[in-house]
């Protein structure tokens, strides 16, 4: 069980702040309201065997609440985040308090 609520956790992804705004869109067609998250497009470098290697996969932290019928990033669903463009869903990871992680794949 949480101790936080909804509205503690909106507070934490204000987009007026440091967050960022995101739309979710269902391969189905159907968008959801804007809503609030993180951003986050790591740029991570790895040395191999003098062969370099570089991971810049995007996620976007959010609420559950705000991914109504939103599965395990269905095959087709697309975030658009304002500022950086729409992406393929990857997928979706619960974090079991009410918080999600959403891996994203290629700028669609």
């Known amino acids: 069980m949480s101790i936080e609520s909804a509205a503690d956790r909106a507070v934490f992804l204000n987009a ?15 968008a ?13 470098s790895t040395d191999l065997n003098q062969v370099a290697s570089i991971d810049a996969r995007p996620t976007f932290f959010c609420r559950m609440a705000d991914l109504p019928g939103a599965a395990d990033g269905d095959a087709g669903d697309q ?21 999600a992680l959403l891996r994203l794949g290629a700028l669609v």
């Open 79 to 99: 975030l658009a985040v304002t500022g950086e463009g729409a992406f393929e869903v990857v997928s979706i990871e619960p974090d079991g308090q009410g918080m």
């Open 32 to 44: 959801s309201d804007p809503f609030s998250g993180i951003f986050d497009r790591p740029s991570i």
């Open 16 to 30: 007026d702040e440091f967050g960022a705004e995101g739309i979710y869109t269902r391969a189905a067609g159907a």
